[in-house]
């Protein structure tokens, strides 16, 4: 569950961009400045496929949508899972005010609140409407040059965290950057001990209204809380 956390909010945090001609990385994180300044949102459908290949092969694909908004400092962000493995598992994960939490629908009916989950609030906000001063702070970044993701000229960057404790749940992540909408199209998380997450984001709207509802989950008298 932690490492899904790290990975999640890693995901949330890795979104900036590039251009469509060969470029060095001072060009591209002085792009990503430029990106910053006009964020405000983004929604997008998202598949993250989770492999396990130590002690035993397994996979795991989970489907859904993802929210962001930005004013100013505050930042939120929600993953809203409709299916695992195509069965139905809503699960929602949200970034609010400070506290990150997962609530789990069905029988369960639980809501999870990480208390230390606010150390990772500065990689979330790399993630969507981040400068690209942001991300030099936080990560020792490889440009790997341009890839082509569905139909979309990206740049493909490798980011090491520069946070001890982040490299010891990700010790490498790639992303794949359009910088024309500043957000990225594809995410490999490398978690470790033969674990690897996959994440691919499509219909990406930039700056469009959000759900009334998208950073909130349902709860009713019956739901139990707990705090890890």
């Known amino acids: 569950m932690r490492k899904f956390v790290v990975a999640l909010l890693a995901a949330v ?25 006009g964020f405000k949102s983004t929604s997008a459908d998202f598949v993250f496929d989770s492999v396990t290949t130590v002690p035993v092969m397994d996979e795991e694909l989970q489907k859904g949508q993802v929210y962001y908004d930005r004013n100013g ?53 790399l993630g969507f409407g981040a400068s690209g001063t942001d991300l030099q702070d936080k990560w020792n970044i490889t440009y790997d040059g341009q890839e082509t993701v569905n139909g979309v000229q ?54 469009q209204p959000l759900p009334s509802d998208a950073f909130t989950f349902k709860t009713d008298k019956k739901t139990s809380y707990v705090s890890r």
């Open 13 to 37: 945090l890795l979104n900036a961009p590039l251009a469509v001609v060969a470029e060095d990385l001072n060009s591209v994180l002085a792009k990503l400045n430029t990106a910053a300044q």
């Open 73 to 125: 400092k505050a930042f939120r962000m929600a993953a809203h899972i409709l299916t695992v493995n195509g069965q139905p598992v809503p699960k929602t994960y949200t970034f609010a005010n400070g506290q990150f939490k997962l609530w789990e629908g069905g029988s369960l009916d639980q809501v999870t609140t990480f208390a230390k989950a606010t150390r990772f609030e500065s990689y979330l906000l």
């Open 154 to 207: 990206t740049a493909k960057l490798e980011l090491i965290a520069k946070d001890p404790d982040v490299r010891k749940n990700l010790p490498k992540v790639t992303v794949w950057m359009d910088t024309t909408r500043g957000v990225s199209l594809k995410q490999v998380f490398d978690e470790g001990q033969g674990q690897t997450r996959t994440c691919t984001y499509t219909n990406i709207k930039v700056n």
